[in-house]
């Protein structure tokens, strides 16, 4: 039965006028419409059908959905109503029920004027919701077109007893459905379908058509509503969120550059977690738990003069011609006596060279406690050393001048992760110059600061120093201006930029070793932690044939991008910089479009643009109009990207310098508890062990006592003892000793090579004894022939039908190896 055929079956029926039920008292407030009661029709009457009744007003409408809740909460009441089906909203029959005592059924009338109504409507309702949200749900069906034959009984009772109240015939009485029981005072929230919500205003039966065409059309597109639309990709990404709280110094050119990125800056920090966090001084922050910041823990410690010296002494013992570009240099006070009997021992053999040496204090910046000397003599030994160590270096007498004066580079480093190792270098820097002539050093003249130190926060308070806007002229100079003049005097620039290339390279993976070991000591894996990056700030001095010389690695670069200048005595103003702003804001802006994670996002939404799909000429019907251009290239205002790549785009050329690197693997291995920085003596006696080291010319007593002397050493040279145990320098000296001793007739590189070589085959037979265990052990049992763990190893790999896993340098060397060990 379509929705046509019930619409025509209420209107040729209507109910008879209601009986007043026997002791029934009026509702308050409601007033009859007639001053007498009803008489009552025969059954042949009430068969006889009679026109719809005209519509009602809204107050009778009101009482006639009172009488109606009333009505149908009478027990055995089953029936249907069909709301907004016929064109006239009067057009409404209620389905008769019996009475209480069994006699013959009473019919309530439709404009509510029978009595007992203000019972029903104080809360008997819940048999009517029920039945209306069956009837809610089956004209749905017929709004839909459907016009088949409900299967199902319950909608099957529904339609009859539509028919039979209709017809005005008595319902078959059916069970009474327990009620709803809720606590007193308490509203029911209204459900779909419930009678006691308001019900939507009849429409008439175009306007219901059109406006369910309009429904239809909608669900058939879904395009901006589906959660795997093209137009919910095309939406812009939200910007990249800063915290800035903590960036100090670097504030002005990092809110530049954000707001040239249109991306959103907090500058007194967020509760809710940033994309990134920028800080002025030191990684340390216990709040940070996601995202990225902009150090690395450790690197504050890893660049002082005196743990970069050791860092590059250790290379330079493996690869001296590769970190020649580092002055020969001498801690103090530990190695004073070494610093002395070396000066005298080069003096007695060649009299004639009188070299000059710089003092720099450990912890010192900004030129502070920087000293020039002729003799060890004249060292300044009064207590100062002893709260205060120092580096002392080979001074560079002989540098680039130009315009006879001494200057120096500061190139910006951006160093985007450790593992794997990512190295940027920025193709533009600054050049510091002193401000007087320089002259080779003298007795004369060693304690003139402004002519051999170059130092920006030194040479500033001298008269001469220049404030220019030009990046050619003044006191502090753009590099690439440097190159341009080189350039004008034939100078091979791609070989100088080559050198500067190299030295980065070679000094980074000098401090990677150790960056790692502080970076699980923070960071330990499986932990959550952010992740890292950071600018590095490389001081390097061309000497007089333009070979590159490293001075220093700064952590934290000054990026201010003004100066102070004096007004009047005493009285100074800080006063932009055009040359600092034109290098610092680039480096900062390019380091984080690095860095940007949301960028991988942008760009899988710009590939539907740059890729149309085939056999499509024009836009899909899912596509806004325009949306092309809704979402262009965010970058597209920006310059290019000043920072150049270099590792790992020349990482072939320098990947057998990193040995040290590896040997820091191995130590992090066996270092046993997360967050530790020092091997104990049983991890050591474990990596022994494991790496087969052992023999009858070095049993476990004998690495028992290595372990004790060089630790103890190592432990009385450093200040912080907190932690007691084998640092990574102390581990990477035993093992030059126990490289030198198993391969005895080799250079060292190469006897640390092999050795690294050896431990690692050994490391990856081990890991694949123990994986065959766990998955035999796992499947119930060992295969055949695997009876013990060598036997496991080689049916893995007479099933897999390839050796057992280990890395690409242990494989190569896999065949000396054997023949050595």
Not at 155 to 170: H, I, K, Q, T
Request: glycine share 8%; charged share 25%; hydrophobic share 35%.
């Amino acid at each position: 039965m379509g929705a046509g055929d019930v619409s025509l079956l209420l209107r040729g029926s209507c109910p008879s006028p209601a009986v007043p039920r026997r002791g029934a008292q009026e509702p308050t407030g409601v007033t009859r419409s007639c001053p007498a009661a009803p008489q009552p029709r025969s059954p042949a009457a009430q068969l006889r059908p009679r026109p719809a009744l005209r519509p009602r007003s809204a107050r009778a409408s009101a009482l006639f959905q009172d009488g109606r809740r009333r009505l149908c909460d009478r027990p055995g009441h089953v029936g249907a109503v069909a709301q907004g089906v016929a064109a006239a909203p009067a057009a409404i029959v209620p389905s008769r029920a019996p009475s209480r005592g069994g006699g013959r059924p009473v019919s309530r009338s439709p404009s509510g004027h029978g009595d007992g109504q203000g019972r029903g409507a104080r809360g008997r309702g819940g048999a009517w919701r029920r039945v209306g949200a069956a009837a809610a749900a089956a004209l749905s069906a017929m709004r839909r077109g459907s016009g088949d034959r409900e299967p199902a009984a319950g909608r099957e009772a529904e339609r009859v007893g539509l028919d039979a109240g209709a017809a005005g015939e008595p319902e078959r009485e059916a069970p009474e459905e327990p009620r709803e029981e809720r606590a007193p005072g308490r509203p029911r929230a209204a459900r779909e379908g419930d009678a006691s919500a308001v019900p939507p205003p009849p429409q008439p039966a175009r306007a219901r058509g059109l406006r369910l065409h309009r429904e239809a059309a909608g669900k058939g597109r879904g395009c901006g509503r589906s959660s795997g639309n093209p137009a919910d990709e095309l939406r812009p990404p939200r910007p990249v969120t800063v915290d800035s709280s903590k960036a100090r110094t670097s504030l002005g050119a990092l809110k530049i550059s954000i707001r040239q990125l249109r991306w959103k800056e907090f500058p007194f920090g967020r509760r809710l977690p940033c994309d990134i966090y920028w800080h002025g001084v030191s990684f340390h922050d216990n709040d940070i738990f996601s995202g990225q910041v902009n150090k690395f823990p450790g690197m504050t410690e890893m660049v002082r003069k005196i743990t970069l010296s050791r860092a590059v002494r250790i290379m330079q013992n493996l690869f001296p011609e590769e970190y020649n570009f580092y002055p020969r240099s001498w801690i103090l006070p530990d190695e004073f006596q070494l610093f002395v009997a070396q000066v005298r021992m080069v003096k007695d053999g060649d009299p004639s060279w009188k070299p000059t040496f710089i003092v720099k204090p450990d912890g010192g910046c900004q030129g502070d406690g920087i000293y020039l000397i002729k003799d060890p003599s004249d060292i300044r030994l009064a207590g100062t050393l002893q709260s205060r160590p120092a580096v002392v270096q080979e001074y560079i007498c002989k540098p680039l001048l130009i315009d006879k004066l001494k200057f120096d580079i500061r190139l910006y480093v951006l160093l985007k992760s450790l593992d794997p190792l990512e190295i940027y270098i920025a193709k533009d820097g600054l050049s510091r110059f002193c401000t007087e002539p320089y002259q080779e050093p003298s007795p004369k003249n060693l304690h003139h600061v402004f002519m051999h130190l170059t130092n920006y926060s030194l040479n500033i308070h001298s008269g001469n120093f220049v404030h220019s806007d030009s990046t050619s002229t003044g006191s502090k100079r753009t590099f690439s201006s440097i190159l341009c003049r080189l350039s004008s005097k034939g100078v091979d620039i791609k070989k100088v930029w080559s050198d500067i290339i190299s030295l980065v390279i070679k000094t980074v993976i000098a401090l990677t070793p150790e960056l790692k070991v502080f970076y699980q000591s923070d960071i330990p894996a499986g932990r959550p932690g952010p992740t890292c990056f950071q600018i590095l700030g490389f001081d390097i001095l061309l000497m007089k044939n333009l070979k590159p010389i490293l001075l220093e690695v700064n952590a934290n670069p000054s990026m201010r991008i003004e100066h102070e200048q004096e007004l009047s005595p005493g009285v100074f103003e800080n006063v932009p910089s055009l040359v600092d702003e034109e290098v610092k804001v680039a480096v900062i802006r390019d380091t984080l479009r690095l860095m940007d994670p949301l960028k991988n996002k942008r760009e899988k939404q710009s590939q539907p643009h740059k890729k149309p799909l085939a056999g499509k000429e024009g836009p899909s019907d899912c596509e806004p109009a325009g949306a092309s251009d809704t979402n262009p290239n965010p970058e597209a205002h920006l310059p290019s990207i000043c920072l150049k790549q270099v590792f790992p785009k020349y990482a072939k050329q320098f990947n057998y310098l990193r040995l040290v690197d590896r040997m820091a693997n191995l130590f992090i291995r066996f270092l046993g508890i997360k967050g530790s920085m020092k091997l104990g003596p049983t991890g050591f006696r474990t990596f022994i062990r494991n790496c087969k080291l052992s023999s009858s010319s070095l049993s476990m007593a004998a690495v028992d006592i290595l372990y004790i002397d060089i630790t103890r050493r190592w432990n009385s040279m450093t200040l912080d003892q907190r932690d007691s145990g084998m640092c990574l320098q102390a581990f990477v000296e035993a093992f030059f000793y126990l490289a030198q001793r198993k391969f005895k007739m080799l250079p060292l590189h190469e006897q640390v090579a092999s050795l690294v070589d050896l431990c690692e085959y050994h490391l990856s037979l081990l890991d694949e004894r123990r994986l065959v265990c766990g998955r035999s052990s796992r499947a119930g049992g060992r295969a055949p022939g695997s009876s013990t763990p060598q036997g496991a190893t080689r049916s893995a790999e007479q099933a897999d039908g390839h050796p057992p896993c280990c890395t690409d340098s242990a494989r190569k060397s896999s065949g000396p190896r054997r023949a050595l060990s």
